[in-house]
C-alpha cells in the first residue's frame, strides 16, 4: 500500500501534466478596456493601424465616388469583416505579416490619390475582400469563445461607424481644395506603404 | 520512491511540460506608440530635411493650383521609392550632396520665383525626394513598428510641405511675395552650408 504522501504527490504530478498538455494558446490579444468584450473588440480595431488604415482607404474611396458608394461600402464591408471574424473565430491562428498590409496601403492609397472612377462592383469587391480577409486574421487571432463572439460584433460596430463618417464626411466635402486633401491622404497611405513593402523586402 | 527516482520524475515532468507547452501569443503593442514617434520625429530632427521640405510646400504655393497639392504628394511618393533602393542596397552616390542640392535648388527656384512646367517641377522635386528617402528612410531602430515608423514618417513629411504651404499663403499680399523671396533664400543659403559641410 503506497502511503498517503506518495499518492498526493502523484496526483499532483498527473494533474499538472493534465493543465500542462490540455492548455490553449494564451491569445491576449484583445486590448482590455474594462467595460466587456465588444467595447475591446472596438478598441482592438481603432489602436491597430494595419486594421483601420485600409478601412479609412476605403471609406475615403467610397466618398470620393460618392453618396451611393457610401451606402454600399458601409453595408458590404462591416458584413464581409463580420462574416470573415467569424470563419477565422474556428480556424486555426495565421498570420499575414507586413507583406498584405502594405499591399492594402498601396492599392487602397493609390486608388484614392487618382481619385479613381472605380465601379460600384469593384467597390463592393473590395469591400468583401478587405473585409473577410482583415476579418479572418482578427478572428484567428482571438479563438472561438462567447466572449469572442462578443468581441467581434464590437469590431464590425467599429468599421460600420468608422466607414459611415469618413465616408458622409468626404461625400459632403464641397470644395475642391477638401477633395484634394483627401487625395493627400491617400498618397500618404500609399507612400507609408511603399515604405513598409521595403522594410518587408529587408526583412525587418 | 527514493530521492533519485523522485528528482527523475521532476525533471521528466518539467521537459514534458516544456516541449508540449504552446506559445503564448500575448499581443502586447509594445514600441507601437515609440515607433510612430521614432518615424514623426526623424524627417524633424534634421534641418537638411526640414528645409528642402518647407522649401517644397513654399514652391508650390507661389506656383498655384495645380501645384501647390501635386508637387507635396510627389515627395512623400518618390522619397519612399528611394528609401525602396535603400532597403534593396542599391546605392546612390553622393546623397549627402544630393540633400544639400536640393535645399539650394529649391530655394533658388522660391527666391527667384522660377515657374517651370508642371512636369519639369514634379521631376525636379521627386528627382530630391530620392536622396531624401534614401539617407532618412531605412534607419528603423531595432524593436519598434515598421508599419508605425513609416506612417510616422510620411506624416511628417506631409506637415512640413503644408507648413510649407501654409506659409505660402502670404503670396496673395505684395509683402508676402517678397517675404517668400526671403525665405526662399534663407532656404538656399541652408543649402550651400550644408553642401560645405559634406564636402569639408
Keep these: 500500500m503506497k502511503s498517503a504522501s506518495t499518492l498526493r504527490s502523484r496526483s499532483r504530478a498527473l494533474a499538472g501534466l493534465l493543465v500542462a498538455f490540455t492548455c490553449?494558446?494564451?491569445?491576449?490579444?484583445l486590448n482590455t478596456t474594462g467595460m466587456g468584450p465588444v467595447y475591446d473588440g472596438l478598441m482592438h480595431f481603432v489602436t491597430s493601424p494595419e486594421d483601420l488604415v485600409p478601412v479609412l482607404a476605403l471609406a475615403l474611396l467610397a466618398g470620393l465616388r460618392g453618396a451611393?458608394?457610401?451606402?454600399?461600402?458601409?453595408?458590404?464591408?462591416?458584413?464581409a469583416w463580420l462574416l470573415g471574424s467569424l470563419c477565422g473565430l474556428f480556424a486555426a491562428l495565421t498570420s499575414a505579416g507586413p507583406l498584405a498590409a502594405s499591399l492594402w496601403f498601396l492599392v487602397l492609397g493609390g486608388l484614392v490619390l487618382v481619385d479613381?472612377?472605380?465601379?460600384?462592383?469593384l467597390l463592393t469587391a473590395l469591400c468583401a475582400l478587405l473585409g473577410l480577409f482583415h476579418g479572418y486574421l482578427n478572428g484567428t487571432g482571438m479563438g472561438f469563445s462567447v466572449q469572442a463572439?462578443?468581441?467581434?460584433?464590437?469590431?464590425?460596430g467599429a468599421v460600420f461607424v468608422v466607414v459611415v463618417l469618413v465616408a458622409a464626411l468626404v461625400v459632403r466635402l464641397r470644395a475642391q481644395w477638401g477633395r484634394i486633401a483627401v487625395r493627400?491622404?491617400?498618397?500618404?497611405?500609399?507612400?507609408?506603404?511603399?515604405?513598409?513593402?521595403?522594410?518587408?523586402?529587408r526583412g525587418t | 520512491m527514493t530521492?533519485?527516482?523522485?528528482?527523475?520524475s521532476t525533471i521528466a515532468l518539467v521537459l514534458l511540460t516544456a516541449l508540449w507547452a504552446q506559445s503564448a501569443m500575448g499581443h502586447m503593442l509594445q514600441g507601437e506608440a515609440y515607433g510612430f514617434v521614432t518615424g514623426f520625429l526623424h524627417p524633424i530632427?534634421?534641418?537638411?530635411?526640414?528645409?528642402a521640405m518647407v522649401a517644397v510646400g513654399l514652391w508650390g504655393a507661389q506656383l498655384g493650383a495645380p501645384a501647390i497639392w501635386v508637387l507635396p504628394v510627389a515627395f512623400p511618393l518618390v522619397m519612399a521609392m528611394g528609401a525602396m533602393l535603400g532597403f534593396l542596397g542599391v546605392p546612390i552616390p553622393g546623397v549627402e550632396y544630393g540633400i544639400a542640392a536640393s535645399a539650394i535648388v529649391l530655394g533658388t527656384a522660391v527666391a527667384f520665383e522660377l515657374r517651370p512646367a508642371l512636369v519639369i517641377a514634379a521631376v525636379l522635386v521627386g528627382g530630391f525626394a530620392i536622396f531624401h528617402g534614401h539617407a532618412h528612410g531605412t534607419e528603423l531602430p531595432p524593436g519598434q513598428s515598421a508599419l508605425l515608423y513609416s506612417m510616422g514618417f510620411v506624416i511628417a513629411t506631409g506637415c512640413l510641405h503644408a507648413a510649407g504651404i501654409g506659409i505660402g499663403t502670404v503670396y496673395r499680399r505684395r509683402w508676402g511675395q517678397r517675404l517668400?523671396?526671403?525665405?526662399?533664400?534663407?532656404v538656399a543659403g541652408g543649402g550651400f552650408f550644408f553642401m560645405w559641410k559634406a564636402i569639408a
Design chain 2, 180 to 186: 517668400l523671396r526671403v525665405a526662399g533664400t534663407i
Design chain 1, 116 to 121: 479613381a472612377k472605380v465601379s460600384p462592383r
Design chain 1, 24 to 29: 490553449g494558446p494564451a491569445e491576449a490579444h
Design chain 1, 184 to 201: 493627400v491622404g491617400g498618397s500618404w497611405i500609399a507612400a507609408s506603404g511603399l515604405l513598409m513593402f521595403g522594410w518587408f523586402i
Design chain 1, 149 to 156: 463572439i462578443a468581441a467581434v460584433l464590437g469590431v464590425a
Design chain 2, 3 to 8: 530521492p533519485s527516482t523522485k528528482r527523475r
Design chain 1, 68 to 79: 451611393r458608394y457610401g451606402r454600399r461600402a458601409m453595408l458590404a464591408l462591416p458584413v
Design chain 2, 45 to 51: 530632427s534634421g534641418a537638411d530635411h526640414v528645409l
